[in-house]
């Protein structure tokens, strides 16, 4: 059938909404239980009624618009959030480069996209899955402003010749996933003999979830930057512009000028901080918009005098079962490092206790930050395998008794002398919560960290 109109094309998405795959798949794609792709197509073929295709135009050429079946889940809080970043085209390394942005791939096939979101269930057969909403999706001027950058940061990396290093964490609302079915799906590049993983635009999970967001609950996220400021400066640019006038200052000083309460130890005292430099004062961190796309997280650095933070840097315990049956490629560590950007709000004492009990803490700037993938693939990787080790063959766990008389739990993770990078530590003061490992062994919950070190490395730049 030919959809003459956009509208028409809309209505008949609307049709849908209500059915489930199985009551739409009238060519019998649900018995391949080996095709992943297969959702889609059923809505392609037996819905929409055109042939599979592989084209670089968009599905409905004529209308200039894309169809992607994608789906979302309810969380634990009630809240709802995309379960994966919506893939699009594949990247071809050797002709992206000698395109400009409004001619690329990217945008030929994916100016307006047609979504058609279904609730994705746990423990239900896919033939049950419903389709719960479609939407003609165009993006919005200023998220455009930010694609375009990030476009061009994967381009950047193509042409010097680091397709292999690209990182998903590199950009911000569109993203460069890998695309195969293993390590081995790989393709040449321009500018470098190493072959690189074959990778396809996407949108990020975290963009697709402030898009269901805006569209399925009806929220309201708050901007900080406008569209005339994205179309001169990067988001990078614009949050070094918010703090610029602040660096220097002390936390009273800063408490004083918004009127907030001096905690600067407090969980909410930076994040009031940051929401009123960037003029949106008492905003959540997960309410503002371009944060909640870009998945950008923000973490507290106080440095002492000798540039160094006094402790490591801690992440979320680990659930040890998970680890030692996830593969690496699709372990949570490595995709928590490759999906995340960190805005490291850094303060400093400029004197230690002795000199001053009661010292000041002056900010002393911040650094919008994401690992890099070589340091995601070597070091962060030897954590998960030594830990996957290690719990496997037996961890050796003991005790000693400290100085003041108190009995603390030892075992062989990595320590901080590990790699330079990160190591295996306990969080918090309670060592009575335990977990139980795989092998039946018992030990205080354990966190993965990021050195003092190394985070020190990080943000040196801002002396």
């Not at 042939?51 to 409905?60: E, V, W």
């Amino acid at each position: 059938m030919e959809y003459l109109t956009v509208s028409d094309l809309i209505e008949k998405a609307k049709e849908a909404e209500g059915k489930t795959f199985g009551e739409i798949d009238f060519k019998d794609r649900l018995s391949n239980t080996k095709s992943k792709g297969s959702l889609g197509h059923i809505i392609e073929e037996s819905f929409f009624g055109y042939t599979i295709n592989s084209n670089a135009q968009p599905d409905f050429e004529h209308l200039n618009t894309e169809l992607k079946v994608t789906p979302f889940k309810k969380n634990k809080d009630g809240s709802i959030s995309a379960k994966e970043r919506l893939v699009l085209n594949i990247i071809n390394y050797m002709e992206e480069v000698h395109a400009s942005f409004t001619d690329s791939s990217f945008w030929r096939k994916n100016e307006n996209l047609l979504l058609m979101f279904y609730e994705w269930l746990p423990n239900i057969d896919r033939k049950d899955y419903r389709i719960y909403r479609s939407i003609l999706f165009t993006y919005p001027e200023s998220d455009l402003e930010i694609i375009k950058q990030d476009w061009k940061t994967i381009i950047s990396k193509i042409k010097n010749g680091l397709a292999h290093e690209i990182s998903e964490g590199d950009t911000n609302y569109l993203g460069a996933c890998t695309k195969g079915t293993n390590k081995s799906s790989v393709r040449p590049q321009p500018f470098s003999e190493t072959l690189a993983m074959q990778r396809a635009f996407s949108l990020k999970q975290s963009y697709m979830t402030a898009v269901l967001r805006k569209h399925i609950n009806k929220e309201e996220l708050v901007s900080f930057a406008t569209t005339a400021e994205l179309k001169k400066k990067s988001l990078n640019d614009l949050l070094a512009e918010k703090f610029a006038p602040h660096i220097g200052k002390t936390t009273t000083e800063i408490a004083e000028t918004f009127n907030l309460k001096h905690n600067p130890t407090g969980k909410a005292f930076v994040p009031s901080v940051v929401s009123s430099f960037l003029g949106i004062k008492g905003t959540r961190f997960d309410n503002i918009e371009e944060f909640a796309k870009a998945n950008i997280e923000f973490k507290t650095v106080r440095l002492e005098p000798n540039g160094k933070p006094k402790e490591s840097m801690s992440f979320e315990n680990i659930d040890f079962h998970q680890w030692i049956n996830e593969t690496w490629e699709c372990s949570h560590i490595r995709h928590r490092f490759l999906n995340t950007k960190f805005l490291f709000v850094v303060f400093e004492y400029k004197e230690t206790k002795q000199q001053n009990p009661n010292r000041q803490l002056f900010l002393k700037g911040i650094k919008l930050w994401n690992m890099p993938y070589r340091t995601i693939e070597h070091e962060i990787k030897q954590l998960w395998e030594t830990v996957n080790q290690k719990i496997k063959e037996g961890l050796q766990i003991g005790y000693k008794q400290q100085k003041d008389n108190k009995i603390v739990e030892t075992n062989d993770l990595p320590k901080s002398n590990f790699n330079g990078v990160t190591h295996v530590r306990p969080k918090g003061a309670n060592g009575e919560d335990k977990v139980l490992l795989p092998n039946g062994q018992r030990i205080t919950k354990q966190s993965y960290w990021l050195n003092s070190r190394y985070i020190a490395e990080i943000v040196q730049e801002l002396d």
